[in-house]
Structures are given as C-alpha cells and as structure tokens.
Nanobody, 134 residues
Framework: QVQLVESGGGLVQPGGSLRLSCAASRFTSDYYAIGWFRQAPGKEREGVSAIAISSGDSSTVYADSVKGRFTISRDDAKNTVYLQMNSLKPEDTAVYYC?????????????????????????WGQGTQVTVSS
C-alpha cells in the first residue's frame, strides 16, 4: 500500500504560479510512475502530466493544454514529486490529484501512450484545490 499526500493548492490570480507537491509514503519498485490529474466541477478527471522513474533515469509527458506552462519534477530523497504551474489560467481551476503505480521498463519507454489515463494507476491522493481567479 502506498499513501500519497498532495499539498500546495490555493487561490492565485491569472498569470500567477503555484507549486504542488505529492509526497509518497514509499516507492517499492525499480520502475514507477507518478501522474498528476485534475478534475473541474462537472467535468471528467483529466491527465495533466506524468513522470516515470527508475534509478538514475526519468521520462515525462504533458497534456497539450499545459505544455510550456507546467513542469513536473522529483526529489528522490524526499519521495516527492512536484508540479510547478506557471502562467495559470482560470481554466486551470480544478482539484488536482496525484497517483502512482509500479510499472515495467517497457511502460516507461511508452509513457506517452498511457500515463495520462486514469486507468494506469493503482494509488491516489485525496486532492488539493487550485483556484485561478481575479
């Protein structure tokens, strides 16, 4: 069992920035992935970004809607993945969730094909609210 805790959400003006954190209780696999998802009221949960990690290597993927504005990164010593969100827009308003799953080497190589889909993950955090409004 893996516990995930998101933090860093809040209220920010359009054009502003926030950094979300996803702290994991542990990662027990040589290969694993962490994804960031968001869900706005009345909408489906959508994938925002994901990172696949193995010792000494990583791979990332972004949704088109956030490319160039959001950056996913990790701190292995803290078992934490971050989502730096810049140039925020009102349409970025949502509850943001992180999720994780053990993966294979092949899944890491094909990250872009599956990592922004909800079904690829076994463990989810409770979410953190991000509101972009003036």
């Amino acid at each position: 069992q893996v516990q995930l805790v998101e933090s860093g959400g809040g209220l920010v003006q359009p054009g502003g920035s926030l950094r979300l954190s996803c702290a994991a209780s542990r990662f027990t696999s040589d290969y694993y992935a962490i994804g960031w998802f968001r869900q706005a009221p009345g909408k489906e949960r959508e994938g925002v970004s994901a990172i696949a990690i193995s010792s000494g290597d990583s791979s990332t993927v972004y949704a088109d809607s956030v490319k160039g504005r959001f950056t996913i990164s990790r701190d292995d010593a803290k078992n934490t993945v971050y989502l730096q969100m810049n140039s925020l827009k009102p349409e970025d308003t949502a509850v943001y969730y992180c999720a994780t799953s053990r993966i294979t080497k092949e899944q890491m190589e094909l990250l872009r094909l599956w990592a922004l889909s909800r079904g690829g993950y076994d463990y989810w955090g409770q979410g953190t609210q991000v509101t972009v409004s003036s």
